[in-house]
């Protein structure tokens, strides 16, 4: 069985979600706390209580582990990063706590415009890029070396992100030729985020790709291996793909069925060997 990387997934609150996933083949997960759940945004102390849900989801997986640090990633466990989906907190002391809590991944935005980004589908209306506290978040993350997640970021916060120098990725979505809204990315874009070192996370749902078959996203996925040379890698959105997903992969279990369905050539490197080059590791 294929180990498995995946860099967005809405697990939080589901218990037994690490064994489940150890047991299903993936290696590496990417569990997001949504600071939006419940309809509002979570304040600093909510969000703390997310991350303490990893936090002891972990201690009771004996087959799962927090990765704080890319070069220690195992193939023998389930190496879980904590990611927070959303930059909504207004003082950069507070990130630093998360960070100290084992966070390693922090998205700017969500759909809400947030204290660091205009979003893909804010108030703003996607107009804007970073604000003033969000370059000083990227300040921060470069010294860190944490994951800067772009997805659900306006065009302008994604390409600003991109130049920065900090270590960024867009976890989860699409790429379409004429995308209805910025929540998924152009050719062009994704061209740029690969090209300067970040990674795009595909979505398997039709929120992000529209109503095709799990076949036909499999081929979308080989034709961006041969547009873009590489940087395509799994970002399955599972549990939060509010019931779009695609037949044949709606459960974590699912994965191979799509992993089957592609090419031999790039089979293992969506599943893994991408993920892995772009954390830095042989």
Known sequence: MLPVADFHQDIIFINGILERLYRAGYRLVVGAVWPLQGGEVWDYDRTVRGVEWFLKEVESSPNASLLTDFGEVRTDRLNLVIGLEG??????????????????????????????????????????????????????????????????????????????????????????????????????????????????????????????????????????????????????????????????IREVEDIHNLLNLLPEGIRERYAWGEAMAFLGRP
Request: proline share 1%; hydrophobic share 35%; aromatic share 14%.
């Open 87 to 248: 930059g909504y907190l207004k003082e950069i002391n507070r990130y630093e706590a998360l960070y100290r809590m084992g966070v390693r991944l922090f998205g700017l935005t969500w759909n809400v415009d947030s204290a660091l980004s205009s979003s893909c589908c804010g108030d703003k209306g996607g107009k804007g890029g970073l604000t003033s506290l969000g370059r000083e978040f990227l300040h921060w993350a470069r010294e860190r070396g944490v994951l800067v997640d772009v997805a659900h970021a306006s065009y302008d916060a994604i390409y600003e992100t991109v130049e920065s120098g900090a270590k960024y990725l867009y976890s989860h979505g699409g790429i379409l030729k004429e995308p209805p809204s910025q929540r998924i990315l152009t050719y062009d874009l994704a061209r740029e985020i690969i090209s300067k070192g970040g990674v795009v996370g595909i979505g398997y749902g039709a929120i992000f790709f529209g109503e095709i078959t799990l076949q036909q996203l499999a081929r979308r996925i080989g034709e961006f291996y041969f547009v873009f040379g590489g940087g395509i890698v799994s970002g399955s959105d599972f549990f939060g793909l509010g019931g779009s997903e695609y037949e044949g």
